[in-house]
């Protein structure tokens, strides 16, 4: 095991079962993710991108095989041990967002640093600066309904950010917007990456936010492959 | 651990914030929960109101005789004799005039009531002087004492207010003969406001009872045994009556109405399975309105035990709310609400409704079981939403 890997998965199964039938999304999948990686992941419909992020994220457990984060095994925790897990290590970026309707920005920010120690007067600093980064320190008290899409997911960006992860999760972060805001959104991953040395994997299906990433793998059928191969 | 207090607390906060979501649905668990909790307190208050006029009736100093097996003053009996010999049992307060004791009568006569103008028994009872002091909180509020000898008769306050003939100065007639009403009086709100008082004498004149009575009060001296006067009684071949004292008389009489509040728990438990049923509608709606939002949050890192506290504590505060609505509603319109009612001796007991502390508390315990019972299935769902849907919205 390399220590500069943040994640390893070895020999991953994933099935789902519905009733009698059983439909197998991963067979002796490997992957591993190097720490300060931004990988975008591609392929079709149906071919197991949001699969894959659920059980890096630790939000769906492999039916077999192991997955390591940072040389911890994740894929046997409880469920409680998971929830704090994920409250330490990930942060989830969502392609419609996610932001709870009733909270306005800066306490949309705000959650996951309820599940810290954090002192109420330590959480607005952080949930401050979080905004600030985003460049929406003007909105912090506007509603998610009086906000564009552009500027609800740089909330959840900021959110995401908010208590420091090391890992961001991106589910096709872009897929709900135009193209200007979309680059907008996407340069801002990069930032987080470059500036601040978040370890990232998004999810798309647009080549051209692809390139923003360091590099791009290809999914087809829960199996990885070149992409000459899916064009062909 | 520590973060689970500020994690529930936020999730509690976004769920009410959430409610104007479902505005009408959770009204209608409000409202279906203060409806059950109305019912049950206007039959509490009714039963707990009956009681109280007959418990404050009596007097724990006061020795009440009534012959062997008469459930009530209406089926007793004394002979003049025989109230002679009460009146030398031993415990029982003289005074300059002799032994404090009131031989009584009580018969039944008719009165039409206001509220729906028919008929019904009201008690005439014929008592003297020696009889009013020994009522307690007794006061004339109007006229002046029946004249003994006389047809006059003092009506009480409850029956002033509930039937109609009564006002001070009319002439009133029962069977052949006819009384003047000369003063009312107020006993402090209990059973005897609901009667009618004249001289004993005249009564027994009129209605041919001779030198008999009914029943019979006697004071007692202070640690006068009742266990004496019993054996007396015992002892005395003369005598077929017993005793107690009037307190546990009148606590007796007012269990006559405790199955009302039986009745009030039947009917509200009933109604409350009905509530049950919306409101588990209502939250099992909440949870599926919701269940986007608890999945983002349980990816954050929340506990599935915040979510599981949040939707109880939705319910729990839609069932209190309605609890409090339904406790107000039932202040407004039934508490001292008045009312009358065929009593322990088939005479019309005047009382008011009564809303007391304790009984509140039996409603909102009442309305946080349905909110326990209707919060809890669904909140169970709540934590066990998967986390997976997060990802899904939009699909
Ligand atoms: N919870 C689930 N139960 C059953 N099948 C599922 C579930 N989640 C995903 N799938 C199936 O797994 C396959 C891959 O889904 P997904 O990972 O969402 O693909 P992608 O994100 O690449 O479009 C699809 O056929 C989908 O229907
Ligand atoms: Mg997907």
């Given at each position: 095991?390399?220590?500069?890997?943040?994640?390893?998965?070895?020999?991953?199964?994933?099935?789902?079962?519905?009733?009698k039938e059983t439909i197998s999304i991963f067979e002796g999948l490997n992957m591993h993710i190097k720490k300060g990686d931004f990988m975008a992941i591609m392929g079709p419909s149906g071919s197991g991108k949001t699969t894959l992020l659920n059980l890096l994220g630790g939000v769906d457990q492999p039916t077999s095989g192991e997955i390591t984060f940072a040389g911890q095994r994740i894929d046997n925790l409880s469920e409680s041990k998971l929830a704090k897990w994920r409250a330490n290590n990930i942060g989830f970026i969502f392609q419609f967002y996610n932001l709870m309707p009733m909270l306005n920005a800066a306490k949309n920010v705000e959650l996951p640093l309820?599940?810290?120690?954090?002192?109420?007067?330590?959480?607005?600093?952080?949930v401050a600066t979080a905004l600030q980064l985003v460049g929406l320190s003007d909105r912090a008290k506007h509603m998610p309904s009086e906000m564009s899409g552009g500027q609800q997911q740089r909330v959840a960006i900021a959110r995401a950010v908010v208590s420091d992860p090391t890992f961001l999760l991106c589910d096709e972060p872009t897929g709900d917007l135009d193209r200007q805001t979309a680059d907008e959104i996407l340069?801002?991953?990069?930032?987080?990456?470059?500036?601040?040395?978040?370890?990232?994997?998004?999810?798309?299906?647009?080549?051209?936010?692809?390139?923003?990433?360091?590099?791009?793998?290809?999914?087809?059928?829960?199996?990885?492959?070149?992409?000459?191969?899916?064009?062909? | 651990m520590s973060t689970l207090l500020s994690q529930s607390a936020a999730v509690i906060k976004m769920n009410i914030q959430s409610l104007p979501r479902r505005l009408w649905m959770s009204l209608a668990m409000v409202f279906a929960s203060a409806v059950v909790v109305a019912i049950l307190l206007a039959f509490l208050a009714m039963a707990k109101g009956f009681d109280a006029t007959m418990q404050s009736a009596g007097s724990d100093d006061i020795a009440f005789f009534m012959r062997v097996g008469s459930a009530?003053?209406?089926?007793?009996?004394?002979?003049?004799?025989?109230?002679?010999?009460?009146?030398?049992?031993?415990?029982?307060?003289?005074?300059?005039?002799?032994p404090m004791v009131?031989?009584?009568?009580?018969?039944?006569?008719?009165?039409?009531?206001?509220?729906?103008?028919?008929?019904?028994?009201?008690?005439?009872?014929?008592?003297?002087?020696?009889?009013?002091?020994?009522?307690?909180?007794?006061?004339?509020?109007?006229?002046?004492?029946?004249?003994?000898?006389?047809?006059?008769?003092?009506?009480?306050?409850?029956?002033?207010?509930?039937?109609?003939?009564?006002?001070?100065?009319?002439?009133?007639?029962?069977?052949?003969?006819?009384?003047?009403v000369v003063g009312v009086f107020s006993a402090g709100g209990n059973v005897f406001e609901s009667e009618l008082w004249a001289d004993a004498k005249v009564i027994q004149n009129l209605y041919n009872r001779g030198?008999?009575?009914?029943?019979?009060?006697?004071?007692?001296?202070?640690?006068?045994?009742?266990?004496?006067?019993?054996?007396?009684?015992?002892?005395?071949?003369?005598?077929?009556?017993?005793?107690?004292?009037?307190?546990?008389?009148?606590?007796?009489?007012?269990?006559?109405?405790?199955?009302?509040?039986?009745?009030?728990?039947?009917?509200?438990?009933?109604?409350?399975?009905?509530?049950?049923?919306?409101?588990?509608?209502?939250?099992?709606?909440?949870?599926?309105?919701?269940?986007?939002?608890?999945?983002?949050?349980?990816?954050?890192?929340?506990?599935?035990?915040?979510?599981?506290?949040?939707?109880?504590?939705?319910?729990?505060?839609?069932?209190?709310?309605?609890?409090?609505l339904g406790s107000l509603v039932a202040y407004i319109f039934f508490d001292g609400l008045n009312a009358s009612t065929l009593g322990g001796s088939f005479t019309q007991v005047v009382f008011s409704f009564k809303l007391t502390p304790e009984l509140f508390a039996n409603g909102i315990t009442l309305a946080l079981i349905i909110g326990f019972v209707s919060g809890f299935?669904?909140?169970?769902?709540?934590?066990?939403?998967?986390?997976?849907l997060a990802f899904q919205a939009g699909r």
């Open positions: 095991m390399s220590s500069e890997n943040l994640f390893e998965l070895n020999n991953v199964a994933k099935r789902f079962t519905k009733g309820l599940l810290t120690n954090l002192s109420s007067s330590e959480r607005k600093k952080q340069e801002m991953l990069q930032l987080l990456n470059r500036q601040f040395g978040k370890t990232i994997v998004m999810v798309t299906h647009d080549p051209s936010a692809a390139k923003f990433a360091s590099h791009t793998v290809h999914l087809n059928k829960g199996k990885f492959v070149k992409a000459e191969e899916l064009m062909a | 009530a003053e209406l089926n007793s009996s004394a002979s003049r004799e025989q109230v002679n010999l009460i009146e030398n049992a031993p415990g029982i307060m003289r005074d300059e005039q002799g009131s031989a009584e009568l009580y018969v039944i006569v008719d009165g039409v009531k206001k509220s729906s103008q028919t008929e019904a028994n009201l008690p005439l009872r014929g008592l003297d002087q020696r009889g009013v002091t020994m009522r307690k909180g007794f006061t004339l509020v109007a006229g002046r004492m029946f004249e003994p000898g006389t047809d006059e008769l003092i009506v009480g306050a409850g029956v002033l207010r509930e039937f109609d003939g009564f006002d001070l100065g009319q002439e009133i007639r029962f069977g052949k003969y006819t009384w003047k030198s008999s009575y009914q029943s019979v009060r006697a004071r007692l001296e202070p640690g006068a045994s009742l266990d004496a006067i019993t054996a007396y009684l015992k002892s005395e071949p003369r005598l077929t009556h017993e005793v107690q004292t009037e307190s546990a008389y009148f606590a007796e009489q007012g269990k006559s109405l405790a199955y009302m509040a039986m009745f009030g728990w039947v009917i509200s438990c009933i109604m409350a399975l009905g509530a049950l049923a919306g409101a588990l509608n209502t939250m099992y709606t909440s949870v599926s309105d919701r269940a986007m939002e608890i999945a983002t949050l349980r990816a954050i890192g929340f506990s599935n035990f915040s979510a599981f506290i949040g939707t109880m504590a939705e319910a729990m505060a839609l069932a209190v709310l309605g609890s409090l299935f669904p909140a169970w769902r709540a934590a066990r939403v998967p986390v997976i």
